[in-house]
T-cell receptor, first 112, second 112 residues
Framework: DAGITQSPRYKITETGRQVTLMCHQT?????MFWYRQDLGHGLRLIYY???????DKGEVPDGYVVSRSKTENFPLTLESATRSQTSVYFC???????????FGPGTRLTVT | QQQVKQSPQSLIVQKGGISIINCAYE??????FPWYQQFPGKGPALLIA???DVSEKKEGRFTISFNKSAKQFSLHIMDSQPGDSATYFC???????????WGAGTKLIIKP
């Protein structure tokens, strides 16, 4: 189906473990984004990508790594998970030059 | 100067009433102002957006009012319905930047 998907939808992991959240879009949108959503903080941008092999830091990049070898995929890796990274993570894509961001359904990550 | 300040944090409106959510910004380079709607367990979705060349944009029961001199914009929901109960985010961006600067969100509850 066309759209933007995220996997897994729910994840529980332990402190110190590496975790990768997947994001896939079928529109060939050039821009992709990773956000985290926490109560009281709204949406905070972690990383974004303007095209394959082009990524840049957002507001809260520490502790996260991204890559974008293909236009349709934009995985987010937590190299050594911490409890403060417990959050809901949203991936989004944006078809330039329009600025409408299409969001995935989110991944709820709990770090114990 | 990059912030977008959103108020109120939460809002309860009777069915049939008018819901009003306000946002203010400082960066005069901002030229795109969208509102996103988010239901529980879902990603945000674009509701309506405005550019500063107009002072108002209406789509059905949803209206954006824009005051360039005051650097404020607001969302009005007319004849509010229980199905409008959601969290609403305002955002802003400039032409040179595909990042959206997000407000903190408003949780709207429409009482039947």
């Amino acid at each position: 189906d066309a759209g933007i998907t995220q996997s897994p939808r729910y994840k529980i992991t332990e402190t110190g473990r590496q975790v990768t959240l997947m994001c896939h879009q079928t529109w060939s949108h050039s821009y992709m984004f990773w956000y985290r959503q926490d109560l009281g903080h709204g949406l905070r941008l972690i990383y974004y990508s303007a095209a394959a092999d082009i990524t840049d830091k957002g507001e809260v990049p520490d502790g996260y790594v991204v890559s974008r070898s293909k236009t349709e995929n934009f995985p987010l890796t937590l190299e050594s998970a911490t409890r403060s990274q417990t959050s809901v993570y949203f991936c989004a894509s944006d078809r330039a030059p329009e600025k409408e961001q299409y969001f995935g359904p989110g991944t709820r990550l709990t770090v114990t | 100067q990059q912030q977008v300040k959103q108020s109120p944090q939460s809002l309860i409106v009777q069915k049939g009433g008018i819901s009003i959510i306000n946002c203010a910004y400082e960066n005069t380079a901002f030229d795109y102002f969208p509102w996103y709607q988010q239901f529980p367990g879902k990603g945000p979705a674009l509701l309506i957006a405005i550019r500063p060349d107009v002072s108002e944009k209406k789509e059905g029961r949803f209206t954006i009012s824009f005051n360039k001199s005051a650097k404020q914009f607001s969302l009005h929901i007319m004849d509010s319905q229980p199905g409008d109960s959601a969290t609403y985010f305002c955002a802003a961006s400039s032409d040179s930047n595909y990042q959206l600067i997000w407000g903190a969100g408003t949780k709207l509850i429409i009482k039947p």
